[in-house]
């Protein structure tokens, strides 16, 4: 899938599962990131497309912050989401993601072909889904974006006196 369309899917999922700005821009700025870090020497779609590698993380930071609320977790928390969210969207296509060793045979939903019509497609689809989640769980209410806003504010101010005070 194309940087675009995992940035326009990431983020439909991600606000919609969390209803929360700042963790919607950490995951949506993170979405390309298992392409970014092949740096073209690791073979595409390989290590860092193999999705038990972050899903460990994942689960011990979703502890840590069960256990001790912070912004560092919450931050690398969110990274990891956004990775997550990359390749289930590379798994919904034709050529899959490695599923059963790093270097393997890769697993595909065959629902799309990167760069065709079909990426198009699926992508309006799942932003689309997302969206009719989100509406009837009442994300897109007046009040609730307001709150949301409200809660962003909240978040960035904490933030920069947290990291100011350090
Ligand atoms: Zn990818």
């Not at 599962?17 to 993170?30: E, K, R, V, Y």
């Not at 779609?45 to 912004?71: C, D, I, K, S």
Request: proline content about 5%; hydrophobic content about 50%.
């Amino acid at each position: 899938m194309q940087w675009r369309n995992h940035r326009l899917t990431t983020c439909a999922l991600t606000f919609v599962l969390t209803g929360s700005f700042p963790a919607t821009a950490i995951a949506t700025a993170a979405s390309a990131l298992p392409d970014v870090l092949e740096l073209k020497l690791v073979k595409h779609r390989t290590l860092t497309h193999y999705p038990w590698l972050p899903v460990f993380p994942a689960v011990l930071m979703w502890r840590a912050m069960q256990n001790e609320p912070g912004y560092i977790v919450y931050i690398i928390f969110f990274i990891l989401v956004g990775y997550i969210c990359h390749l289930a969207e590379d798994f919904l296509s034709n050529s899959g993601i490695p599923l059963w060793s790093p270097f393997g045979k890769s697993t595909g939903c065959h629902l799309y072909v990167t760069h065709s019509v079909s990426e198009g497609v699926i992508t309006f689809a799942v932003v689309a889904m997302a969206a009719m989640y989100g509406w009837r769980n009442g994300l897109f209410t007046q009040a609730y974006l307001m709150q949301a806003a409200d809660n962003l504010a909240v978040f960035l101010t904490g933030m920069v006196h947290h990291f100011k005070g350090r």
